[in-house]
């Protein structure tokens, strides 16, 4: 699995519009060949803080959605950010959940 993180600040009083905006391009995304899931977060203690993240099937469709129109727009509302955004990519080779958890604290190791 591949994940596309994307944390931004709003400009100043107008984080409902860029939420909006977000939220228009997580929906096109949705019906993309590999998208997963979508999620838009907005920071309590900073409300202009606003974090994107995508979950891809895999790398070739992130790439293809890179590619997309869906991604111009996300480019797009970027640049409106007063201050630099910060977008990750990331390679999930491993999930696990509390099985892990309960392996690791009660396990034979």
């Not at 949705?30 to 099937?57: F, K, M, T």
């Not at 959605?65 to 509302?77: A, E, K, Y």
């Not at 630099?84 to 958890?101: F, H, K, W």
Request: charged letters at 25%; proline letters at 4%; hydrophobic letters at 40%.
């Amino acid at each position: 699995m591949f994940q596309l993180n994307l944390r931004m600040m709003a400009r100043p009083h107008h984080a409902a519009e860029a939420v909006k905006a977000l939220r228009s391009i997580m929906i096109a995304a949705r019906g993309e060949r590999g998208h997963v899931s979508s999620r838009i977060y907005q920071e309590v203690s900073n409300p202009d803080a606003l974090c994107l993240e995508q979950d891809w099937s895999n790398e070739q469709e992130l790439k293809s959605h890179i590619r997309s129109r869906c991604f111009t727009d996300l480019l797009m509302l970027m640049e409106t950010a007063p201050e630099a955004p910060v977008l990750e990519v990331r390679s999930v080779s491993q999930i696990n959940g509390l099985d892990y958890v309960e392996a690791v604290r009660f396990g034979d190791d």
